[in-house]
């Protein structure tokens, strides 16, 4: 496989030490390119295109005099819409005043950096290297953990992809009626009636399992380690990670119940642009990850499934799990979030999963490659309250909740 490419753009005297500082930490792995102009970097990534060449990411001076670099890189993206494009600035630029706050909060440019004035400077390479992470990750690159084997329409099969996506668990799908899909299904001794066939790196061969099956095979714990704990968190979302850092950190013994997938709905987002502390934007996956991750080093414990009930238990709370078990706690935080609301059409239910999507994450966009699709969004009439303001003199009056930040009202 040819090396995915790093391309560079501009036409002052930092590019030549720029681009062999790019060659010498990175030239093992990617192809470095260089160009004094614009136009021959344009010309130059169409033929790349081309001949389908793989372009990871693209650096661009802001201040090229014959197109801006943030415009630049708009083109860029029509040529190579996965590449992370990175727009440079000089030390004393401000954002938003050369252009680069509108192109960014369009989705045109991934980020600025700093051009380096010396080296090394490792602030500078870890804006790229955490773009050079993104783009593998969206492309699928990591050593697969899992292999599914079967349909593509099948509900269950979109389900695990799903679930290993959310989980950042790398995965590779091979369709059932496939060469390869058959050769996979000798070799562990099964068929295409079995249901989806998970083939575990670690050699576990499992027919149609259940997520606390597939969880199990992986090593993650489905029983909590222990029966008695300071906290209990319910849910394992941006909210509920939170609440496991602050409380373990506090030194709490803190036990996070999660019956799908660490991150919640923000799993599913292939990047999330908001989030404090994060100026280049993360995916969910890997903002969960490194949630998780924080969460564990200060002694949380994790186990995977549900929480059936609560009850009280003299001075603790009794959580009731999927096993018929329970744990006890002093305290129990609910964040369970919310769940999506369907369309209501009898018809397309069958068809959940298989076709149609509620929430559905980036691993479905390979499979929907070439295929037309539609996007259906439920527009309700917002709720209205009653409301008084200055000179009303007690008249009933209501304000949409459209806008929290301001109260229309209206007469009745």
């Known amino acids: ?6 391309a560079v753009v501009g036409d002052d005297a930092g590019l030549h030490p720029l681009t062999l500082e790019l060659e010498g930490r990175y030239g093992a792995h990617y192809r470095i390119m260089s160009y004094a102009t614009p136009q021959e970097a344009l010309a130059e990534l169409q033929r790349l295109q081309g001949e389908g060449a793989e372009v990871a990411l693209v650096l661009a001076d802001q201040s090229m005099p014959e197109m801006a670099g943030a415009e ?3 083109r860029v993206r029509e040529l190579h819409p996965a590449a992370r494009r990175v727009v440079l600035l000089s030390a004393d630029d401000q954002p938003w005043l050369t252009g ?5 909060a369009l989705g045109q440019i991934d980020l ?5 004035a010396s080296w090394p400077d490792e602030q500078f390479h ?14 699928g690159g990591q050593y697969p953990l899992v292999t599914v084997i079967g349909s593509e329409s099948s509900a269950r099969v979109h389900e695990i992809r799903d679930l290993a996506a959310r989980n ?3 995965l590779e799908f091979r369709h059932a009626g496939s060469e390869e899909g058959q050769r996979v299904l000798r070799r562990v ?15 576990v061969v499992l027919a149609n399992p259940t997520n606390a099956q597939l969880a199990e095979a992986l090593g993650v714990n489905v029983r909590p380690p222990t029966t008695t704990y300071d906290v209990v968190v319910v849910g394992a979302g941006p909210a509920g990670l939170a609440a496991a850092v602050y409380g373990a950190s506090e030194g709490l013994r803190t036990l996070v119940l999660e019956r799908e997938a660490v991150g919640g709905q923000a799993g599913t987002s292939s990047l999330i642009r908001n989030y404090l502390g994060f100026p280049h934007g993360v995916s969910g996956a890997t903002l969960a990850f490194r949630a998780y991750r924080q969460a564990v080093m200060f002694g949380a414990q994790f186990a995977y499934g549900p929480a059936t009930s609560l009850a009280g238990n003299r001075d603790l709370h009794a959580v009731g799990l999927a096993d018929g078990s329970a744990v006890t706690a002093r305290a129990v935080v609910i964040a369970t979030g919310v769940s999506y609301r369907r369309l209501g059409v009898a018809e397309l239910e069958p068809f959940a999963g298989t076709g149609v999507f509620y929430g559905a994450s980036a691993t479905e966009a390979g499979a929907l490659a070439g295929k037309r699709a539609f996007l259906v969004a439920a527009v309700t009439r917002p709720a209205r309250r009653p409301c008084t303001w200055p000179g009303s003199r007690g008249r009933s009056r209501s304000w949409s909740v459209r806008r929290p930040w301001r109260r229309a009202c209206r007469s009745t």
């Open 72 to 74: 630049f890189l708009a």
């Open 189 to 203: 001794g099964l068929d295409q009636s079995a249901g989806p066939v998970v083939a575990v790196y670690t050699g």
């Open 1 to 6: 496989m040819d090396k995915p490419v790093i």
């Open 112 to 116: 600025y950096e700093v051009k380096p």
């Open 126 to 139: 870890s804006g790229v290297t955490e773009s050079l992470e993104e783009w593998w990750r969206e492309r």
């Open 168 to 170: 950042n668990i790398p």
């Open 100 to 104: 680069v706050v509108p192109p960014a």
